[in-house]
C-alpha cells in the first residue's frame, strides 16, 4: 500500500473574542479546548462515529482533527473503533456498484462518497477484510481478469493503490491468515501449479507464488469461488433480501441480525436481534434491481 502523509490536526478552535471597552481583547476558551491538547483528544476519542460526524459538519476545527490519520490511530490504540456494516449493493439499472453504510440508529444504509485517484474493477473482484479497510482484489476490467489490488481505509473513505498480483485473477478466493492475504485461482485457462495461488505480505507490502499449498493438491485443478472459515462460537451474522410489501409496486432491501449460540453440545441455534426494510428504491425512478455483492462488519 502505498504511505501517505499524515494530515496536520488542527486541534484548537480560532478564538472568540469578546467586546469590551478596553482597548486590548481578552481571548475566551471553554469547555474541551481549554484542556491540554493530549488530553482534548483522548476525549474526543471515545465520542461515537456517529456523533464525531455531526461534530465535523459543525465544526472546521473538528473536522481537521476527525479525519487525520493520527486521530484515527489513537483510536484504534484506545479501543474505540466501532463495528459498521459497509455493503457493496448494485441498484439495477444504474451501470455501476456503490458502497453504502449503514447508520446504527436509524438503521437505515447511505450512501458513501469515496475519495479515489483510480476507481477499483466493478464486478468479480474478491474482497478481504483487514484492521480498518477493505481490500478489493482482482476482478473484471473491460472484460478481462486485472492483477489491481486496492484498499479502501473506511476511517475516511479513500482507496489507495496497492502492490499489483503477479498473475490476473477475477472471481478469486482470497482470506486473511496472520497478517498475510492468500489468493487462490481466479487464472481461467492460464492456471496451473506454479500460479494458481500467491500470498501478500502485509510487511513488505509483496506478492510471492506459493509454491504448494499443502493438503489442497487435488483441488488446485479447479477454479474455486469461495473460501471462508466454519466457526461454532457465538458471533453474530447479517443476511439480505429483496421483499416487495403488500400493495406497492416498491422494491425494497430487508436486512436481519442474527445471533448464534451452540446448545446441547453441538446444536447450532438462532436468534433474530432485529429486522427490516434498509433500502428502498424509488417507485417513480427507473431502477428494477436490488443486488448485495458484499457485506461486511468493519471497525473504523
Given amino acids: 500500500m502505498k504511505s501517505r502523509s499524515p494530515a496536520v490536526c488542527q486541534l484548537r478552535a ?10 486590548n481583547k481578552k481571548t475566551k476558551m471553554c469547555g474541551l479546548w481549554s484542556l491540554p491538547e ?9 465520542v461515537s462515529r456517529v456523533d464525531l460526524a455531526a461534530l465535523a459538519m459543525a465544526s472546521k476545527a473538528h473536522r481537521s482533527l476527525i479525519v487525520s490519520p493520527d486521530f484515527q490511530l489513537l483510536r484504534f490504540q484506545m479501543g474505540c473503533l466501532e463495528p459498521n456494516l459497509y ?4 441498484v439495477l439499472p444504474e451501470p455501476t456498484p456503490r458502497w453504502f453504510i449503514l447508520n446504527p440508529v436509524h438503521r437505515r444504509l447511505r450512501p458513501i462518497h469515496l475519495k479515489s485517484c483510480k476507481a477499483p474493477p466493478e464486478s468479480s473482484s474478491s474482497f478481504v477484510l483487514m484492521s480498518f479497510g477493505v481490500f478489493n482484489i482482482g476482478g473484471l476490467v473491460n472484460g478481462k481478469p486485472t492483477s489491481d489490488v486496492s484498499f479502501l481505509d473506511c476511517s475516511n473513505h479513500t482507496w ?10 477475477a472471481s478469486a478466493s482470497a482470506h486473511s491468515i496472520n497478517r498475510k492475504i492468500y489468493v487462490l485461482g481466479g487464472c481461467g485457462d492460464d492456471a496451473d501449479s506454479s500460479n494458481w495461488a500467491e500470498v501478500f505480505d502485509l510487511e513488505t507490502e509483496t ?3 506459493l509454491s504448494e499449498v499443502k493438503g489442497l493438491e487435488e483441488l488446485s485443478e479447479y477454479d474455486i469461488s469461495k473460501l471462508c472459515r466454519k466457526c461454532v462460537k457465538k458471533k453474530n451474522i ?26 446441547d453440545g453441538h446444536e447450532l441455534w438462532g436468534k433474530i436481534e432485529w429486522s427490516g426494510s434498509v433500502f428502498k428504491l424509488d417507485p417513480h425512478s427507473h431502477s428494477y434491481g436490488i443486488k448485495v455483492l458484499y457485506a ?5
Avoid: D, Y
Avoid at 87 to 90: D, R, T
Avoid at 163 to 168: F, G, H, I, V, Y
Avoid at 296 to 300: G, L, P, Q
Fill in 14 to 23: 480560532t478564538p472568540s473574542h469578546c467586546k469590551t471597552k478596553k482597548k
Fill in 38 to 46: 493530549e488530553v482534548a483528544m483522548k476525549c474526543l476519542a471515545q
Fill in 87 to 90: 455493503v457493496w449493493l448494485h
Fill in 160 to 169: 489507495h493503490s496497492v502492490t499489483l498480483m503477479k498473475m490476473a485473477r
Fill in 207 to 209: 506478492w510471492e507464488f
Fill in 238 to 263: 447479517v443476511v439480505f433480501w429483496n421483499s416487495r410489501s403488500l400493495g406497492s409496486e416498491s422494491l425494497e432491501l430487508w436486512s436481519a441480525e442474527i445471533s448464534l449460540e451452540v446448545r
Fill in 296 to 300: 461486511e462488519s468493519i471497525c473504523a
